[in-house]
């Protein structure tokens, strides 16, 4: 039974970093994708980062390029997203998924397992 466990959200101010882990079991890393997500209350969810597992490959949406990375440590089966120069619109559950493919999507529907998300607040 796959588990995934999120870690690392709270309250900061705007400019300041977060740092989310999100630490899975019972799924191999072999072939799948971990991506991140977050959702704002009254908005749907939206795709921010995903990796690879094969071979460490990223991909981020436009809204965080530049100040999100996403990593992952395969030893520790945790994923990792570190949130630089935060802003009050990042304010949102932050959840991580994973999906068993080796084609990237940037689809919530196509991620099969999630985490219970990790609260992120941003203020001005």
């Known amino acids: 039974q796959v588990r995934l466990v999120e870690s690392g959200g709270g309250s900061v101010e705007a400019g300041g970093s977060l740092t989310l882990s999100c630490a899975a079991s019972g799924l191999s890393f072999h072939t799948r994708y971990m991506g991140w997500f977050r959702q704002a209350p009254g908005k749907e969810r939206e795709w921010l980062a995903s990796i690879y597992s094969g071979g460490d490959t990223t991909f981020y949406a436009d809204s965080v390029k530049g100040r999100f990375t996403i990593s992952q440590d395969i030893a520790k089966a945790t994923v990792y997203l570190r949130m630089n120069d935060l802003k009050p619109e990042d304010t949102a559950m932050y959840y991580c998924?994973?999906?068993?493919?080796?084609?990237?999507?940037?689809?919530?529907?196509?991620?099969?397992?999630w985490g219970q998300g990790t609260q992120v607040t941003v203020s001005s």
């Open positions: 998924a994973t999906r068993s493919s080796w084609v990237l999507s940037r689809l919530a529907g196509d991620y099969r397992d």
